[in-house]
């Protein structure tokens, strides 16, 4: 059992985010010959609030080319977030065999919208002190309500630091974007009840770009799909949640 | 601990079939009050073979909407699957709030191939006795030298006795189309790593259809995206794993 410290300065209200959260998780169960978070699934209980909270870390296997671990996030004796994780290591001059799809367009990161920690409600988004999200603006119509309804939004991410991006901020980018239920006009609490995180290389140096859509939503629950694609157009992370939605 | 009887009529090969597998493991730790599997995130260690394995569920949190369950399945002690579950209960009735994409279009049923259980290099295909395929003929051209290129199948898909399906069957459902590695003419063994099912709600009777897609095939490693179509032409299951591919 390993003590896991979640400070203050990444939770949003009074708890962690989540994409932190996971990447805080991960970090410990890496080692040198899996180094690289390949797909990681994580099951969300409770919110822990900032403090110490308790990390089971458990090695299940460890093959050739992947290693599992079953990862548990306790805060006071209570379960908070339940993880698979499979790592192995990347090449990084690897070169896709075969792909589809392309990068999102976006407008460029000086005329995109910084998303600021502090709301207008009073509430500290905490995490977007450390991530310097630039939203493209034409997806944040729900913020002067125009919504475009498209439950689709797109940014630039990069680390507030300047730093080029690693594996586990990765983590945390896949689940920055706000909500799809914001650009259909329910501006209510999006509460993720699972999300999982493939990470497909390791990222090129400078801003990423991600993109998030749902396909339904029906009795209360969406999917939220989040690509992140580096600053040289490769795809480097596939993420998709399913997260509660309420009308009223 | 629970002892689970893999049935050699659902293997292929000696081994146990991944979506049969799943469909297994899940039917145990569901509950009255959480009879609907809605997140289902596997990590594949080591394929069992038929006869006895140990199943242990532990429930972590029965919460008002969902309840969440780490499950584990190993044989003679070794690891070989291990799941996160959240269940809960969908409505039967619950029609689309909002939604985007449709549903594949497939020539019809009795124009389809039906893929046999026995390859033609002799292996059992075991599954396939269980689950009645009938794959787009456009999409299984690698059989006859001519994969279209495109890394995507479809099928229709039901069960072999007629039944209408549950949501364990669209479970095994979601695991049921050949690797999509297939289409590119990469016919070689397709091992999956991770397979996160998400389960969006009850299917209608009759016919489901399928779709896989593949976005990324680099460093040894593919997505597979499959959708689940229900015959009233809703979306019933998204699910992605990642897998190994290899070129020689």
Redesign the interface.
Known sequence: MTTLDIDPTWCVGTKAHGGYLLSSIVGPALDEAHPHP??V?A?Y??SPDAGSAELEIER??T?R??A?S?LRLAQNGK?CV?????AGK??AD????????EAPVLPPVEDCLRAEARRRDGVTVGFLNHVDMRMDPETVGYATGSPHGK?MNQAWLRRDDGGDPTLLDLLIFADSLPPVTFD?GLIGWVPT??L?V?V??LPAPGWCRAVQ?????????L?EECEVWDSAGR?VV?A?Q?A?YR?D
Chains 1, 2 share one sequence.
């Open positions: 390949m797909a699934s099951h209980l409770s299940v296997r093959g080319r992947v599992s079953r379960p339940e993880v698979l994780l499979t990347y090449d690897a070169e896709p065999y075969w792909t589809t799809g439950a259909l009840v699972e999982t493939l497909r290389g859509r749902a396909r339904l939503l029906q009795d209360g629950w999917d795809l596939q998709r399913l509660g009308l």
